[in-house]
Nanobody, 121 residues
């Protein structure tokens, strides 16, 4: 079973930056398509960004496009989310998730515990 642990959340003012990261277990991290999701209180979980196994392909929700950058370092079993120009509406618990394959169409099978991101106005 893949285990994921997020860290790097925190409290920042609007316009600031954070870079939460996720560390995955195992020796085959490069075989896991990765994504970031977030969930604000009272709202459903929403997609934020994803990245292919090689890191060559990325996709972003319209709400974060141009502000967030997802990246991965397969040698370190990590995926990160560089968040710039943060807005109060970005406040949420951020989760990393992994698919068991490198296919974009597959489901996310594994989830981290989440890291809190709070953006003050």
């Amino acid at each position: 079973q893949v285990q994921l642990v997020e860290s790097g959340g925190g409290l920042v003012q609007a316009g600031g930056s954070l870079r939460p990261s996720c560390v995955g277990s195992g020796r085959t991290f490069s075989n896991n398509f990765m994504g970031w999701f977030r969930q604000a209180p009272g709202k459903e979980r929403e997609f934020v960004a994803d990245i292919t196994c090689s890191g060559a392909g990325t996709y972003y929700a319209d709400s974060v496009k141009g502000r967030f950058t997802i990246s991965r370092d397969n040698a370190k079993n990590t995926v990160s989310l560089q968040m710039n120009s943060l807005k109060p509406e970005d406040t949420a618990v951020y989760y990393c998730a992994a698919r068991s394959t490198c296919r974009r169409s597959s489901e996310y099978n594994y989830w981290g515990q989440g890291t809190q991101v709070t953006v003050s106005s």
